[in-house]
């Protein structure tokens, strides 16, 4: 079965910066599309960042985040990277990562979290001011 494993969350100061790690394990990321999302208590799960193929790449990313984040990936080691620069405290939330058998998401499913066939447990990113 398809496994995905965060890591890289913690607490940081307002203005910092993480890379948070989705390791994944029973197959290869190379023919998924790959999404990161965040929930913040009482809120509702949103999309953060996503990468399809069809043909190119094609990356998303929410407007919060959009200049700040960067999402990517190492086929290699098959794991995917949210880098998150110039954080905020409105950042603070849990984030996951995200894996689906298609490549191909349109833009509206790349941004849904039901697209999504496979999810990890979430890693804590907590921001203060």
């Known amino acids: 079965q398809v496994q995905l494993v965060e890591s890289g969350g913690g607490l940081v100061q307002a203005g910092g910066s993480l890379r948070l790690s989705c390791a994944a394990s029973?197959?290869?990321?190379?023919?998924?599309?790959l999404g990161w999302f965040r929930q913040a208590p009482g809120k509702e799960r949103e999309f953060v960042a996503a990468?399809?193929?069809?043909?190119?790449?094609?990356?998303y990313y929410a407007d919060s985040v959009k200049g700040r984040f960067t999402i990517s990936k190492d086929n290699a080691k098959n794991t995917a990277y949210l880098q998150m620069n110039s954080l905020k405290p409105e950042d603070t939330a849990v984030y996951y990562c995200?894996?689906?058998?298609?490549?191909?998401?349109?833009?509206?499913?790349?941004?849904?979290?039901?697209?999504?066939?496979?999810w990890g447990q979430g890693t804590q990113v907590t921001v203060s001011s």
């Open positions: 995200a894996a689906g058998p298609r490549s191909t998401l349109t833009t509206t499913q790349a941004r849904t979290p039901g697209e999504y066939d496979y």
């Open positions: 990468m399809t193929w069809s043909g190119v790449v094609n990356i």
């Open positions: 029973g197959r290869s990321i190379r023919s998924s599309a």
